[in-house]
């Protein structure tokens, strides 16, 4: 039996998965990392935990797999896009990355758009500047850390440094390369006139791979560690959406994905980078070769769980948290929460907006606070499905993959916030099992990835949109979007009092 190991880098643990070659997960080992929050909006982590957690995820995984490590044939990784490994000559790690969820770079932003100016900006990257990609934390580097961009001689991006040290190869795939805002994107390759436009050097650009290419092989001391074989071969791997994308089998048009990490997308396929959508959501280009998706983002959706948790629960299972939502009615009896812990992107592109809740009424209890969170990131995911139907795309069936696919009365608000099926797969690692099927398709087990996710994913259970229900929230939806335009000013003005 020939197995494939799937590496999924997130934002608050690295998840690696042994699956067989059904599709099967036979293995599963996660070690966590901190975050680093100095100030409100900031958001660093540092590389070298990433590096050790992977290792020690990987020990274990080998430690309890029963077969000879020779069967391991491939690895592979998936990401959490965006965030800034500065590298000097030596390769060595000049600061903390900066992360995907980091807002500090407005100035850089408007400083993008003025330079390279809107429209030349949406033809060569098919995105606008957001706090959140990558260029813009260049900048901002060069603009306050001048002494430490003064070293740095190539940048990565997370699991491609984690590559790197398991490797000792440097590049980066073309899915989390369209995240830096420096790639054209229909060419495929570095965008020479974003760097000179923007007074950077393109030699801090590392090749550039596809996802499923093949980067080497394991350096004789991290086999030693992890117990892999020396014959395991390392395929490239992609950004974290890319890859919840195909190991959710949104690999042809028509297919939707809401995935719930720490951040909340909606997804779908295109087919080419023809659409135009005014930079209203992302245009990436995809794990599988040629083709590209769509995409809105809540930045805090599984993190405002996660916040709510250790803040008013501390120490509590998420199940537990969870386990009297279904006794509390849809609306949370006049709760509403809208979840911009640390600013937000689709379709609200703010840096300074901050979450609240609305209605707070003394026989809330925590449980009424717990359902409006599930609503609350729910409604702002269906800003992005809104968003998406506006502009001519059905969406009437969604897999759910990501910590929200775990719990069955948060999967059926799905279906009646979105009005769409919603499906949740027999694993729910939408972006480990992507790794692990860029993996098996690099080792020549299926002749494309469509092939593959045919035999791998299986379907596990179905929610429909209960009418009713639907009705509630859509006339809940309307408050929800109330909410925005009401607190953006007030939270402006608190802004100068945050940390
Ligand atoms: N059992 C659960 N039920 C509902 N939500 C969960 C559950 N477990 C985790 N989550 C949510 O999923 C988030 C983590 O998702 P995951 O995909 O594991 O994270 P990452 O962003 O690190 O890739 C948590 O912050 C939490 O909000
Ligand atoms: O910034 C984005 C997408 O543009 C995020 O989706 C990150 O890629 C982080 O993902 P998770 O840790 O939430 O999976």
């Not at 509403?336 to 600013?343: I, Q």
């Amino acid at each position: 039996m020939g197995y494939v190991i799937g590496i999924d880098l997130g934002t608050s643990a690295v998840k690696a998965l042994l699956v067989d070659r059904t599709g099967e997960v036979v293995g599963e080992a996660t070690r966590a990392y901190p975050l680093i929050q100095e100030k409100s909006g900031y958001s660093e982590q540092n590389p070298e935990d990433w590096v050790r957690a992977t290792i020690v995820a990987l020990s274990e995984l080998t430690e309890n797999f029963g077969g000879s490590r020779e069967e391991i044939e491939g690895l592979s990784f998936s990401g959490q896009m965006h965030g800034l490994v500065l590298l000097d000559g030596e390769m060595r790690v000049l600061r903390n990355a900066i992360l995907w969820n980091d807002t500090r770079t407005t100035a850089q932003c408007t400083e993008i758009e003025e330079r390279v100016g809107r429209e030349r900006l949406l033809g060569i990257t098919k995105n606008i500047a957001m706090e959140g990609f990558t260029l813009p934390k260049l900048l901002w580097v060069k603009d306050h850390e001048p002494a430490v961009f003064e070293q740095a001689r190539m940048f990565l991006l997370p699991k491609d440094y984690v590559r790197y040290r398991l490797t000792g190869s440097a590049e980066m795939d073309l899915s989390d390369a369209a995240g830096t805002l420096l790639l054209d994107v229909r060419k495929n390759e570095w965008s020479g006139e974003m760097c000179r436009l923007l007074g950077l050097d393109e030699s801090l650009c590392p090749p550039l791979v596809e996802s499923q290419d093949e980067t080497g092989r394991l350096l004789p001391e991290m086999t030693a560690i992890t117990g892999l074989s020396p014959n395991t071969r390392v395929f490239a791997g992609g950004a974290d959406n890319a890859c919840g994308a195909i190991g959710a089998g949104i690999l042809e048009e028509g297919k939707t994905l809401c995935s719930i990490g720490t951040s909340g997308v909606i997804l779908s396929y295109e087919e080419d980078a023809r659409k135009d959508f005014g930079g209203k959501v992302h245009y990436f280009n995809h794990g599988a070769p040629g083709s590209y998706y769509t995409m809105g983002v809540t930045l805090s959706a599984g993190h405002s769980l996660s916040w709510l948790r250790d803040t008013f629960a501390e120490g509590v299972y998420f199940e537990e948290l969870l386990r009297d939502v279904g006794s509390v009615p849809a609306g949370s009896d006049g709760l509403l929460y809208t979840p911009y812990l640390s600013g937000e992107r689709t379709p609200h592109v703010d840096a300074s907006i901050r979450g609240s809740f609305i209605g707070i009424d003394a026989s809330h209890r925590l449980r009424h606070f717990t359902r409006a969170v599930l609503e609350g990131i729910t409604f702002s995911l269906n800003e992005s499905i809104r968003l998406f139907r506006e502009n001519g795309k059905t969406v009437d069936t969604v897999v759910s993959v990501g910590g929200g696919a775990r719990n069955a009365p948060w999967l059926q608000m799905q279906a009646d916030v979105f009005d769409a099926t919603v499906v949740r797969l027999k694993s729910e690692q939408g972006p480990g099992m992507g790794a692990a099927m860029l993996a098996a398709a690099g080792c020549g087990w299926f002749d494309s990835l469509k092939e593959c996710a045919d035999v791998f994913l299986k379907p596990d259970m179905v929610y429909r949109p209960d009418p009713e229900t639907v009705g509630i929230y859509e006339e809940l939806f309307d408050i929800y979007r109330d909410v925005y335009p009401a607190t953006a000013p007030i939270s402006r003005r608190l802004a100068k009092f945050r940390k």
